[in-house]
């Protein structure tokens, strides 16, 4: 999915303007591939994505931004693993595509649906979620996988 860019976005990590969000939802428009423990997830926990998230963010701020954020990075991710799944409905899609490299014909893929989050004051969470809705989230970002949406109540 191509999405046009009209003006530029206003990328920030900058805490959300809520409080006492208790559940988040994120929908996978295009595969998102993360890998946990050196392996691609055909599950994805909330600290797996929020370790993908937070990899992300460091990444291109570090390479175009002001540098690396200074965030607790270890204490995220352990926040995030008291997060559990109230819902997931997601399956693993392949994408095919051509490898001029290895002038073969190759499959790219990684989980598309929709996962439901569940935990207390979750909005800690949402400027990490929000920069990866514009920059995608996970591996081969560059081929569009990794578009994600969230909503959160």
């Known amino acids: 999915?191509?999405?046009?860019?009209?003006?530029?976005?206003?990328?920030?990590?900058?805490?959300?303007?809520?409080?006492?969000?208790?559940?988040?939802?994120?929908?996978?428009?295009?595969?998102?591939?993360?890998?946990?423990?050196?392996?691609?997830?055909?599950?994805?926990p909330f600290h797996v994505i929020?370790?993908?998230?937070?990899?992300?963010?460091?990444?291109?701020?570090?390479?175009?931004?002001d540098g690396e954020p200074a965030l607790d990075y270890k204490g995220l991710v352990k926040r995030a693993q008291g997060v559990r799944t109230a819902?997931?409905?997601?399956?693993?899609?392949?994408?095919?595509r051509y490898s001029s490299h290895q002038k073969t014909p190759m499959l790219i893929g990684g989980l598309k649906g929709k996962i439901i989050y569940q935990g207390e004051d979750l909005e800690?969470?949402?400027?990490?979620?929000?920069?990866?809705?514009?920059?995608?989230?996970g591996k081969q970002t560059s081929f569009g996988l990794g578009r994600i949406q969230i909503e959160w109540s």
């Open 50 to 65: 929020i370790r993908g998230a937070l990899r992300r963010i460091s990444e291109l701020e570090a390479a175009y931004g």
């Open 1 to 44: 999915d191509f999405r046009p860019v009209s003006q530029p976005f206003d990328l920030s990590i900058e805490p959300a303007p809520v409080s006492h969000v208790r559940e988040i939802s994120i929908s996978c428009i295009t595969p998102v591939r993360l890998k946990s423990e050196n392996r691609l997830q055909n599950e994805l």
């Open 124 to 137: 800690e969470f949402l400027p990490f979620l929000r920069y990866c809705e514009v920059v995608n989230l």
């Open 87 to 96: 819902f997931r409905y997601c399956s693993w899609t392949d994408i095919p």
